[in-house]
C-alpha cells in the first residue's frame, strides 16, 4: 500500500531564506507526483507535476526534483517570502490506477518578515 | 478567483437531514473528483468521474451518493451522516482522469454534522 510522508509537519522560517520541503514515498511506481498548496480555508492549487520519467521541474521561485528508486522528492523555494506561507502537500499517482492522487499529510510553513 | 466553485461554503446538518453538496467547474474539464480532508490526516479520494462516467469509487459508504449530470457539474448527496463525516469535502477537475494533467480545486465546503 502507497504511503507518503512529508517533513517536517511545520516550519517557521524568516524572510530570504531558502527552504528544502520533504516528501517520501513507499512505492516507487508511480506514474507522477504533484506539488500542492492550500491556504488556510481554501482549496489546493497545483504548483509543480513531475512525470515519473523526470528528474525536475521548476516555475519561478519553486523548484521540485523527483528521486523515483529511492522514493523522494523535494520542494525546494528560494529568497522565501511571507506570501509562501500555506500548507505544501505533495501526492503520487500510481501506475497501477493513475486516476488515483495518495497525499502525504502536508507541511505547515511560516515565513515571518 | 477558482474556476472551481463549490457550495455551499459551510453546512451544518443533523444526522437525520438530507443535504447536497454542489461543484461547478468553468474549464472545460472532462473529470470531477470528490475528496474529503479531515483534521491531520491525508486527503482522501472518494470518488471520480470520467466524460461523466464513474471510474473511481473507493469504498465509500452509501450514505454519500455522487451524481454528474454533464462534465461541468458534480454533486455529493448526503444522507444519515455520522459526525466523523465531518470534515472539508472538496472538489476538484482535470482535463482527463488518469493522472497526467494537473488538478484544479474548489475552496471546499466544510461540513459539520451535529
Known amino acids: 500500500k502507497q504511503e507518503v510522508t512529508q517533513i517536517p509537519a511545520a516550519l517557521s522560517v524568516p524572510e530570504g531564506e531558502n527552504l528544502v520541503l520533504n516528501c517520501s514515498f513507499t512505492?516507487?511506481?508511480?506514474?507522477?507526483l504533484q506539488w500542492f498548496r492550500q491556504d488556510p480555508g481554501k482549496g489546493l492549487t497545483s504548483l509543480l507535476l513531475i512525470q515519473s520519467s523526470q528528474r525536475e521541474q521548476t516555475s519561478g521561485r519553486l523548484n521540485a526534483s523527483l528521486d523515483k528508486s529511492s522514493g523522494r522528492s523535494t520542494l525546494y523555494i528560494a529568497a522565501s517570502q511571507p506570501g509562501d506561507s500555506a500548507t505544501y502537500l505533495c501526492?503520487?499517482?500510481?501506475?497501477?490506477?493513475?486516476?488515483?492522487?495518495?497525499f502525504g499529510t502536508g507541511t505547515r510553513l511560516q515565513v515571518f518578515p | 478567483e477558482t474556476g472551481v466553485t463549490q457550495t455551499p461554503r459551510h453546512l451544518v446538518m443533523g444526522m437525520t437531514n438530507k443535504k447536497s453538496l454542489k461543484c461547478e467547474q468553468h474549464l472545460g474539464h472532462n473529470a470531477m473528483y470528490w475528496y474529503k480532508q479531515s483534521a491531520k490526516k491525508p486527503l482522501e479520494l472518494m470518488f471520480v468521474?470520467?466524460?461523466?462516467?464513474?471510474?473511481e469509487n473507493n469504498s465509500v459508504p452509501s450514505r454519500f451518493s455522487p451524481e454528474c449530470p454533464n462534465s461541468s457539474h458534480l454533486f455529493l448527496h448526503l444522507h444519515t451522516l455520522q459526525p466523523e463525516d465531518s470534515a472539508l469535502y472538496l472538489c476538484?477537475?482535470?482535463?482527463?482522469?488518469?493522472?497526467?494533467?494537473?488538478?484544479?480545486f474548489g475552496n471546499g465546503t466544510r461540513l459539520t454534522v451535529t
Open positions: 512505492d516507487s511506481a508511480i506514474y507522477n
Open positions: 476538484a477537475s482535470s482535463q482527463v482522469a488518469g493522472g497526467n494533467s494537473p488538478l484544479h
Open positions: 468521474y470520467n466524460f461523466k462516467e464513474q471510474t
Open positions: 501526492a503520487v499517482s500510481r501506475l497501477s490506477n493513475t486516476d488515483k492522487l495518495i
